[in-house]
């Protein structure tokens, strides 16, 4: 008995290898200089054993300044480019039982990371989670798709709906969590339903469920990961589409300094108007803490011009929530995530 689990176990190994080095690590978005460690002697020391990965491999101490578009934040103990579901399955799990933390990352675009770096495996969605299905009122997306690759799929089949999402930098899994959005529409307008997995296993929510509010949702990423997302959409003429999504797009770049390392809007816009307004009222348009800057197009972005440290860019935070809460007597809540 003992000899065919050795067997199966060996087998299961070759196979693990013979797929990581037929795959090109660029396919993978591998970054050059990340840590190798062997498949198999990791996951041992890391999962003592208990279970195994198939299709994915874990690696140490990866920046993930590379996984973030502000560029900024230290090393994650552990990562895990996901490349199957079973294995997201024994991750989760095995977290679970050992109280280890984990964090679940799309395109790091609403994320500022520590300094300090995170104490824990971060995981990301690899190409398993990127497969996108259209019918005539359905987009069935995983949730590693980007939103510009969909908003491209749906427009390639006349699928409207999602427009106003054009040019937010991010995957299906991390817009669902943040209702990612603008005055034009959120995604929380055109979910129906999502599949999620917890350590207890995969589970369908329907948009109710989701508890969708402003730049929020109810889904907890320390907990439950976002596989899949069912989209309502309609019938609508392609060129319309298109030349919606270019309007968009076009505003975009005249209005925000989307060229640049930052996560977008830091701040949500309190009820009293929007944030940059308050932002720039306050004289802060130029401010500079080391690398960090609050920019001169949109007061309610910061950025990174070469060299910030997420250390910078806290820094700012504080500076313009203490003078716009002098000024004004309005407390700027936060839109990105701080890890
Ligand atoms: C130039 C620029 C413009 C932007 N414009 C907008 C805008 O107009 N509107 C807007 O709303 N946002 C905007 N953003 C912010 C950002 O693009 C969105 O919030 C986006 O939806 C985040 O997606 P992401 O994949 O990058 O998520 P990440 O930043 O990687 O993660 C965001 C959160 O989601 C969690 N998460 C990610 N994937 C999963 C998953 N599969 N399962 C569970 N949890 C997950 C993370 O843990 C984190 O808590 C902009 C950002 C930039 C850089």
Known sequence: MKNYFQRIYAIISTFNLIVNS???DSFLHKQPGMNDIPVWADMSALLQNKSKL?????????PLAEYTTF???????YFCLVRAKEDLSILINWCKDNNFPFLTIGNGSNLLINDKGFGGLVIKLGNCFKRISCSDETIIAGAGVSLPVLLKEAAN????????????PGTVGGAVITNAGTHLGKMGDVVSKL??????????????QVGFSYRESNINPREEIVLEVEFSVFKKDKSKIKEEMKNHLEKRKRCQP?????????????????????????GLKGLSRGGAEVSRLHANFIINTGAATSGDISELIRIIQDKVQKKF??????EIRIV
């Open 258 to 282: 989307w060229n640049l390392k930052s996560a977008g809007c830091v701040f949500k816009n309190p009820p009293q108007g929007p944030a940059a307004k308050f932002i720039e009222e306050a």
């Open 329 to 334: 007597g309005i407390f700027l809540e936060t």
């Open 157 to 168: 089949h006349s699928l409207g709906g999602l427009e106003p999402l054009a040019g937010i």
């Open 54 to 62: 198939v299709f994915s491999k874990i690696e140490e101490n990866i």
């Open 22 to 24: 037929i795959i090109p």
């Open 195 to 208: 599949t999620v997995m917890d350590f207890r296993g995969e589970r369908k929510i329907s948009k109710r």
């Open 71 to 77: 560029g900024v934040g230290g090393n994650a103990d």
